[in-house]
């Protein structure tokens, strides 16, 4: 009997350590940043009109720190791009704002966002 016990709890102890490792791994997934595209502008009547334009991949991280810090190293490379272009641009964070010449939307929005690799901002695609 005192086999059959000691076999449980043995057996037990495995099922809770596999169980761990399965949410340890969750938890560390992969992390991927994303560059939002979009579009403003303001009509006569002063309302705000926002048009999505793209998301894109632009990196995989294995950490969602990793990820974050890459949110602001590639906005302010975006920025100072634009800047030497010599094009009027904005930065608050993570997201660069830009003036558009001879465009309904007048303002132009890059926004560098972080998402688990599990996630497409996108939305689900049809098939």
Not at 33 to 61: F, I, P, Q
Not at 91 to 116: A, T
């Amino acid at each position: 009997m005192k086999v059959l016990t000691r076999s449980v709890l043995v057996f037990s102890l495995l099922v809770l350590a596999l169980f761990n490792a399965t949410a340890t791994a969750h938890a560390m997934g992969a992390w991927v940043l994303w560059a939002h595209s979009y579009e403003m502008w303001v009509d006569k009547n002063k309302e705000n009109h926002r048009r999505d334009v793209t998301w894109k991949k632009v990196a995989a991280t294995p950490a969602k720190s990793d990820c974050d810090a890459r949110t602001l190293s590639e906005a302010r490379a975006e920025y100072y791009t634009l800047i030497g272009r010599g094009m009027r641009a904005t930065l608050s964070g993570s997201e660069v704002g830009f003036d558009q010449i001879n465009k309904r939307f007048k303002q132009g929005y890059r926004k560098f966002e972080c998402w688990p690799d599990t996630v497409d901002p996108r939305g689900p695609r049809g098939k």
